[in-house]
């Protein structure tokens, strides 16, 4: 079989939970896997709250501004409490709360580039068809307990195959 070579379509910036974060929602993921789902989500990712997406050609502007950014901002504190769907049932997430310096962290690093969506904080559990992810939903409210994590540091990537372009704590 040939293997498939994609480009780079644009840039994502996102924000990294701390460990004992990434730990919690790595437990919530194995629950939903040994319930038999195991989604389509991107692999070797850490669990992450995405600020904002660039043009691919704004690499060099975007890196300088996350550079700037990362050195501005301290650590961020979210409360992961609750759960959610986007429109179409394709992904399951938690979501934290806003806050003002969340706010402010992203509204720092979106540089005025429209975005397509507005802003929704959230870390994706499972993407899937819909009726995965409606199934893989009950294992989820199962497991999931609100917890108060960190924003430890921004992550600056080239989407698709994925490119670590740079990873900064705050």
């Known amino acids: 079989m040939e293997e498939v070579k994609m480009a780079e379509s644009f840039l994502c910036l996102m924000a990294d939970l701390d460990e004992g974060v990434q730990k919690n929602m790595s437990e919530w993921y194995a629950e939903i896997k040994k319930a038999g789902?195991?989604?389509t989500q991107?692999?070797?990712l850490p669990y992450h709250i995405s600020l904002a997406t660039y043009p691919l050609e704004m690499e060099e502007e975007v890196l300088a501004n996350v550079k700037k950014?990362?050195?501005e901002f301290s650590q961020v504190e979210v409360d992961l409490s609750h759960i959610g769907m986007f429109a179409g049932g394709q992904v399951l997430f938690a979501a934290p709360d806003r806050n003002p310096e969340l706010d402010k962290l992203q509204e720092a690093c979106q540089m005025g580039v429209p975005q397509?969506?507005?802003f929704t904080p959230h870390t994706t559990i499972l993407i899937d068809d819909p009726e995965v992810v409606h199934a893989a939903?009950?294992?989820f409210v199962k497991c999931f307990q609100p917890m108060t994590g960190r924003i430890t540091r921004l992550h600056l990537c080239?989407?698709?195959p994925t490119r670590e372009i740079a990873a900064l704590d705050l």
Request: proline fraction near 11%.
């Open 37 to 39: 789902f195991t989604g």
């Open 42 to 44: 991107t692999p070797d």
């Open 69 to 71: 950014v990362a050195a």
């Open 116 to 118: 397509q969506y507005g």
């Open 137 to 139: 939903l009950p294992t």
């Open 158 to 160: 080239a989407f698709w």
